[in-house]
């Protein structure tokens, strides 16, 4: 029997061998809050599962567009989700409900692929348009700033820099990492020569440590679908962690933990002293998303089924199903 979420009554419990899809369709990206895992679908919807009772809590349609990418405010009350028709979202986030507090033009040419919070009151955009872009923020809206355009740089994801809280690191689909300063004005400039990934670019990039972040990386056939480890201070990687077979879609920490997900439908555990996998369990379909909180972890799915796990000694075990999934 596979550990996906069952959908049931109050009481009994219902456990059904076929994978249940609790969300409304493919998932897009997930966001971990101290209270709960957020998964961000294609049909612009947001449904929230509460880590403690590992429930699904609401589900919430934030566009009729499809979401591109979001990001967490630094207390954990507020998302940006950004969505294909070239909008922002500013979310509000209770344990009862999301409600989007404002919508406005990304100003972007193209979707916006990456979001990051430099600060509460300063956003930062990426874009599959070349550039990345910063915004003042307020309660009724964002201004934009500035941009910085790179030719051929089609963003993928952006992060704060784990050591310097001014930085940003942006993957990219030019098989680079860039390094961007943002100044006290909001100001934004690249600061260091790219730093090449290899033959494959990368999807999502994750802080391990002040020095240290973790990158899912593309690939296929067994080529280039691994995870990476990035040095801050010496722009190096170490030898990648091999075992996924195709496109790393996420990867996220959990204490000294790292935990991947790949389109080859599996969920991997990975201990940054051994590149060799110590747990591997397949959900049946491709995995897209990932939320992580303390020593849970819960994935989602092409096929809308959602998935959960419990590390134990960093080993991914299979989580009972919680009563009560509607």
Request: charged share 15%; proline share 5%.
């Amino acid at each position: 029997m596979g550990n996906k979420f069952a959908k049931a009554k109050k009481p009994p419990i219902e456990i059904v061998d076929e994978p249940v899809s609790l969300l409304t369709d493919v998932p897009v990206c997930a966001i971990s809050t101290p209270a709960a895992a957020i998964f961000l679908c294609g049909d612009g919807s947001l449904t929230s599962v509460s880590w403690t009772t590992v429930q699904v809590m609401f589900t919430t349609r934030i566009s009729t567009s499809s979401v591109s990418a979001a990001a967490l405010s630094p207390d954990g009350t507020q998302l940006v989700v950004a969505t294909r028709d070239a909008t922002l979202h500013m979310v509000s986030l209770t344990d009862k409900g999301a409600t989007v507090r404002w919508s406005q033009p990304s100003e972007h040419e193209l979707p916006v692929t990456a979001l990051a919070f430099v600060h509460a009151a300063l956003l930062a955009t990426g874009s599959r348009d070349n550039t990345v872009a910063t915004w003042t923020l307020t309660p009724s809206g964002a201004t934009r700033v500035d941009a910085v355009d790179i030719p051929r740089n089609v963003v993928t994801d952006l992060m704060v820099h784990p050591s310097a809280p001014n930085r940003l690191l942006q993957s990219s689909e030019d098989l680079s990492v860039h390094v961007f300063d943002v100044d006290s004005d909001a100001h934004i400039s690249e600061v260091s020569e790219p730093i090449s990934t290899g033959r494959h670019f990368l999807h999502r990039m994750a802080r391990v440590s002040d020095t240290v972040v973790a990158m899912a990386q593309t690939g296929f056939n067994n080529d280039g679908s691994n995870v990476l480890i990035f040095h801050v201070t010496t722009e190096g990687f170490d030898e990648p962690f091999v075992g996924h077979e195709f496109a790393v879609k996420d990867v996220a920490m959990s204490g000294d933990v790292i935990i991947s997900v790949s389109q080859d439908s599996t969920v991997k555990s990975w201990i940054r002293s051994s590149p060799n996998p110590l747990s591997s369990h397949s959900t049946g379909s491709p995995c897209v998303a990932l939320a992580v909180h303390e020593s849970r972890v819960i994935v989602g799915c092409v096929d809308g089924s959602l998935h959960w796990f419990v590390l134990v000694d960093g080993v991914l075990v299979e989580g009972e199903f919680s009563a009560g999934l509607e």
